[in-house]
């Protein structure tokens, strides 16, 4: 007799961080390397068994084109929880997922469970793990997000923090069950 707790979960930041591809990798633990820009917002729903409770995730994949940013607040309107996601090698996309913080903390619920996720780690993990000179002559596979800076601003903003990797799967589902555990019971 074990209750289903429906949430209601937005995923927001810039074009082409891979927000369809995270989606994708916790719904059908898929990933596809040419992955289609979303128009306007896609709808999936998914559930997550945490010890004996079962969470229905109700996801709101948004657009991160410029032209469908006015479209968000319908998206975040009354969402328990937030995937607000960068790229770990775009700078620019770091300051978009500054920006999507700070919109959510000011017109979301205040109680909303926000997760920051620097995606796309794979590019960089062998950059971190030796001082490999693997990438050297390409600048768009280096790290330029630090663990540091991602770790501070979800720190400074009550957030919790994952870098993912939505190609291998590396934290993909850590980050739906941790919001998961943060959803207070029904
Ligand atoms: P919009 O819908 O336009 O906002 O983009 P999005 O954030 O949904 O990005 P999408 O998932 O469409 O991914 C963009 C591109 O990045 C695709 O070619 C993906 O295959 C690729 N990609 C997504 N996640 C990863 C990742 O973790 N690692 C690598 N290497 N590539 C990724
Ligand atoms: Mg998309």
């Known amino acids: 007799n074990k209750q289903i ?3 209601k979960l937005v995923l927001l930041g810039e074009a082409a961080v891979g927000k369809s591809s995270l989606v994708l990798r916790f719904v059908s633990n898929d990933f596809q390397e040419n992955k289609e820009p979303t128009i306007g917002a896609a709808f999936l729903t ?3 068994t945490i010890g004996d409770k079962t969470i229905k995730y109700e ?5 991160g084109q410029e032209r469908f940013q006015s479209l968000a607040p319908m998206y975040y309107r009354n969402a328990q929880a937030a995937l607000v996601v960068y790229d770990v090698t ?3 996309s770091f300051i978009k997922a500054r920006h999507w913080v700070n ?3 000011e017109q979301a619920s205040k109680n909303i469970i926000i997760a920051l996720c620097g995606n796309k780690y794979d590019i960089v993990e062998s950059e ?5 000179t693997e990438n050297e002559d390409d600048d768009s596979r280096k790290r330029k997000v630090s663990v540091q800076e991602g ?6 903003e009550g957030l919790l923090f994952f870098e993912t990797s939505a190609k291998t799967g590396f934290n993909v589902n850590e980050v739906f069950t941790t919001i998961g555990k943060h959803i207070p019971e029904a």
């Open 46 to 48: 998914q559930r997550c």
């Open 59 to 63: 996801i709101w994949d948004t657009a």
């Open 5 to 7: 707790t429906a949430v």
């Open 128 to 132: 971190d793990n030796d001082a490999s």
């Open 151 to 156: 770790q501070t601003l979800a720190d400074d």
């Open 103 to 105: 919109e959510l903390h």
């Open 90 to 92: 775009k700078p620019k």
